[in-house]
């Protein structure tokens, strides 16, 4: 094998590794899941850099759920979960709750939030969710 065609092989080596170890690493996404009533509905969030338009997600009729992942596909600055009551006049918040790094992922998914229970309006009705966080290294 000549020196030439040795350092070809060597530098696709090189570019080969180099594109699988960025191809591989998955974007990251926050699922969370919310149950009210018996039913349970998926909310995903996927990084942005401004957390005011992504909007809430109706929780049959009586609560808003809202998850939001401020950053890059490169870095998580911040998690934000809303769980907010349906009111006729309008939502209430009734939970807020702030994740920071470092997040510490041992496995993936991680289980960010474990299981939540709110509870909220005149009968005290009962929101359940829990999150995972994936894509993100430790």
Excluded: H, W
């Excluded at 191809?23 to 005011?52: F, K, M």
């Excluded at 998914?109 to 999150?131: D, F, N």
Aim: charged residues 15%; aromatic residues 10%.
């Amino acid at each position: 094998m000549t020196s030439g065609t040795l350092r070809s092989v060597v530098a696709a080596f090189f570019l080969f590794t180099l594109f699988a170890s960025t191809g591989t690493r998955a974007a990251p996404l926050l699922r969370c899941q919310v149950t009210y009533a018996g039913t349970t509905q998926n909310v995903e969030a996927s990084p942005v850099a401004d957390p005011y338009p992504v909007p809430s997600v109706d929780i049959g009729g009586r609560f808003r759920f809202k998850a939001v992942m401020v950053g890059s596909s490169a870095r998580v600055d911040r998690i934000m979960l809303y769980a907010y009551l349906d009111t006729q006049r309008q939502p209430v918040l009734v939970q807020e709750a702030k994740y920071l790094p470092p997040y510490t992922v041992s496995q993936a998914p991680y289980r960010l939030t474990g299981e939540q229970r709110v509870y909220a309006g005149g009968v005290e009705r009962e929101l359940i969710y829990s999150c995972t966080l994936q894509g993100v290294e430790p």
